[in-house]
């Protein structure tokens, strides 16, 4: 139990935020100043991540949805969709109210 959650996180820690960052920010120089992109190559470089790994997330995941409930179920998991992009929304004026100088 413990030894396996402890060598997920650390495996989730190392590769997730360290060598994917790493390898990002290769690949977004690369885009900018070797390929000849622009500045904005990263961003749409993401973009395309994004959806390519939302795909085989979608074609890959096996959920465990539990017992069917009512109806009211998917109701909630709809509001919640909506709070999740409203919150993303949020983060993401956040962070374009930094970069422009506003704090």
């Known amino acids: 139990g413990d030894l396996l959650l402890s060598e997920l996180f650390t495996t989730a820690v190392f ?14 120089n690369v885009l900018v100043n070797y390929v000849g992109y622009g500045p904005v190559a990263p961003f749409d470089a993401a ?11 979608h074609t890959t995941w096996e959920e465990n949805y539990g017992t069917k409930g009512p109806a009211n179920a998917v109701t909630r998991q709809f509001i ?22 506003g704090a």
């Open 15 to 28: 590769m997730g935020n360290g060598v994917m960052a790493i390898a990002s920010g290769l690949l977004g």
């Open 47 to 57: 973009v395309a991540v994004l959806l390519i790994g939302g795909l085989v997330i």
């Open 80 to 101: 919640k969709g909506l709070q999740t992009i409203r919150q993303g929304k949020l983060y993401g004026y956040d962070c374009l109210y930094q970069l422009s100088g």
